[in-house]
């Protein structure tokens, strides 16, 4: 895990988390789309603002409304 800071305090738990495999470094995921986890996306599917949808990719859309994640409620 090169890219993590941790304080020198937690060092010791996160070695032992990293070695028995409960943190494991993402492989397959897009940089260009780390952004969109926001607590503006987050409020507006709350608050049942549709304009969320155009800030993530769609088959994010689709599968957020279909499980009713982060409080998502049909209108």
Do not use: C
């Amino acid at each position: 895990m090169p890219n993590v800071e941790v304080a020198p305090e937690l060092r010791k738990l996160f070695g032992y988390l990293v070695d028995r495999g409960s943190i494991v470094q993402l492989e397959n995921y897009n940089p260009q789309i780390l952004h969109i986890f926001t607590p503006e996306v987050l409020r507006r599917i709350k608050d049942g603002d549709a304009s969320w949808e155009d800030m993530v990719p769609p088959q994010i859309a689709e599968v957020i409304k279909r499980r009713g994640f982060f409080g998502y409620r049909p209108t």
